[in-house]
């Protein structure tokens, strides 16, 4: 059974993004947003607008450097090719949510190239080869690790005694 899809109101989903409603009816009308029309009320998917939702790391430089590849269809294999990672770390990457994935053609399944070119990005920053290093937090920004908590090492103390030649 396919799951329902919510919606909620077209006040609601203006105020959750921070947008007029008449902007939010102009996408509805270009059908980037799905919508209907209940008791004479405009409601929207909410699905939808938790796309649209800026997350931290839409206001990142690292991320709006690859802002012209936004939306734009890569498979898998051509992203393993064309960003030299492997499918296994950007189905990693895709399960934890750091790439959207758009959909499928086919057998082959499509993501967001501007998250790709992005991960890949921290994933150099980070120098390659991470195996055990955490990279992003959970909402997709690079990790910055605390400094360490841990003491200095104590200095030894020298126990010689001085001896004082008069």
Not at 1 to 18: D, G, N, Y
Not at 53 to 72: I, S, W
Not at 74 to 95: D, F, G, P, Q, V
Request: aromatic share 8%; charged share 30%; glycine share 6%.
């Amino acid at each position: 059974m396919a799951a329902l899809i919510k919606f909620v109101s077209l006040s609601e989903a203006a105020e959750r993004l921070s947008l007029e409603s008449k902007y939010l009816l102009r996408l509805i009308n270009n059908g980037k947003i799905e919508a209907a029309s209940i008791n004479g009320e405009t409601v929207v998917s909410e699905r939808d607008i938790i796309k649209m939702t800026p997350t931290p790391r839409d206001n990142l430089v690292e991320y709006q450097k690859f802002e012209k590849l936004k939306g734009t269809p890569i498979w898998l294999n051509e992203a393993e090719r064309k960003y030299e990672i492997s499918c296994i770390t950007i189905m990693r990457w895709t399960r934890k949510g750091y790439i959207a994935k758009l959909g499928k053609d086919g057998n082959k399944m499509l993501l967001n190239e501007q998250d790709v070119a992005y991960c890949k990005f921290i994933y150099d920053r980070m120098g390659g080869s991470t195996k055990g290093k955490r990279i992003f937090n959970d909402d997709g920004t690079p990790f910055v690790p605390l400094p360490s908590r841990r003491k200095p090492p104590r200095q030894r103390q020298s126990h010689s005694k001085t001896h004082i030649v008069a």
